[in-house]
């Protein structure tokens, strides 16, 4: 049987568009199943004692733009360290995912698409315009927008959140494998050897 890891992330991290194909190239080497789950950073923070950027100390504000060049040449991938409509509210492109989910859709694509908009095409993802063009690019049916905004998709988005913070997520991205929380796409490395052992979880 498949393994299922559950994907904590928002289309507003920079850190959850770096390990987004690493991951995704992980998942399907194991034959892993991926449960895709959005999550508004801003709510999950607060709630977990997390700070927002820029109520950080500037030490830290410093440090993650070094952590953010190191990884860009990592990954060997290019992207914006300050993309032009950034920051940005991320519920539209979180529950995009949601209502692309609902209706049985791969969101992967959909979510590596959003994400690539933000970082390397200075595309402004609170723009319903933007989303509907991403739409169409990718043969989606328009109509996801209209479902995005619905109660379902705000009803599962919250859900989200309260299950993060039950499993001990505290940031984007987060991969949870049999309740063993793996935070930041520099983890990635530690779940694909929990995966390759087969080993039992381990807990705090």
Known sequence: MSRLIDYYFSVVSPWAFIGHAPFLDLARRHGARVNCRPVLLG????????LPLSRRHPARQRYRMLELKRWREARGIEFNVNP????????PGDRLLIAAQIGGHDVAPLAGRLMSGVWQ????????ATLAAVLVELGLPATLLEAAA??????IYQANHD??????????????????????????????????????????
Do not use: M
Request: proline residues 8%.
């Open 43 to 50: 709510e999950l923070f607060s709630e977990t004692g997390g």
């Open 84 to 91: 032009a409509h950034w920051p940005f509210d991320p519920r």
């Open 121 to 128: 095409r200075e595309e402004n993802l609170a723009d319903p």
């Open 150 to 155: 619905d109660d379902r998709t705000a009803i």
């Open 163 to 204: 299950d993060a913070v039950a499993a001990d997520v505290f940031g984007s991205p987060a991969y949870v494998l049999d309740g063993e929380v793996f935070w930041g796409q520099d983890r990635i490395e530690l779940l694909d050897r929990a995966l390759s052992s087969g080993r039992a979880p381990f807990t705090p």
